[in-house]
């Protein structure tokens, strides 16, 4: 069941998404496209408390607990960027609005944006471990909780190799390319 609501929440997603955003480009009803947008959390809400009432109702805790919690610290860490950056795209493409400035590709400024895509992972990690930990005292018996605990690993193993992809380009802070050189055709001078 819990996966089965993992799928829905993430199918519900992208419907709420595409109706929040249609409504506020296609049909010029910006507070409507809002409000559509805000009931975006609900859903990892709704997931949580399910989640919650699966265990309470004597689910042996298993890697379909875990999953939804690291989905829900996912929701929390990069929803908004993810909301955001296809607004960005709508307003674009639907709304006649400005085009949306790419994310940098070369330098600090490409390192200064990996970390902060790097922190929202961290936040998801700390989120889904914080969900994972209340599911672990919630089931009270340390017996039953070793799938919730690998979790944890889980998470952190991510953010880790996040972190390891993200300081790369600190390290070596990828250059531009070279401006092509300038056409030096010789000019040629006819001598009388």
């Known amino acids: 069941m819990v996966v089965a609501l993992i799928v829905i929440c993430e199918v519900g997603f992208w419907v709420l998404l595409a109706a ?4 506020r480009y296609l049909l010029r009803m910006p507070r409507t496209g809002a409000a559509l947008l805000l009931c ?7 997931l949580l408390v399910v989640t919650a009432m699966d265990l309470k109702n004597g ?3 298993s890697w379909r607990h875990g999953l939804a919690a690291l989905y829900i610290g996912y929701t ?24 949306p400035v790419p994310p940098p590709r070369y330098g600090m400024p490409r390192a200064r944006y990996e970390a902060r ?3 929202g992972t961290l ?4 989120v889904a471990t914080g969900l994972l930990w209340l599911a672990i005292l919630y089931v009270g018996d340390p017996g039953r909780t070793g799938s919730l605990e690998s979790w944890m690993h889980v998470a952190w ?3 880790g190799i996040h972190g390891v992809v993200a300081a790369t380009y600190a390290i070596w802070p990828r250059r531009a390319p070279a401006p092509p050189p300038a056409d030096r055709t ?3 001078v006819d001598r009388p």
């Open 20 to 23: 929040g955003l249609a409504t």
């Open 186 to 188: 010789p000019i040629r």
């Open 40 to 46: 975006e959390p609900l859903l990892e809400v709704v």
């Open 117 to 119: 895509l790097w922190l």
């Open 76 to 99: 929390v860490g990069h929803g908004h960027r993810t909301v955001k950056w296809l607004d960005g795209h709508a307003a674009h493409r639907l709304g006649g609005g400005p085009r």
């Open 123 to 126: 936040l998801g990690a700390a």
């Open 157 to 159: 193993r991510t953010a």
């Open 59 to 61: 689910a042996e805790p």
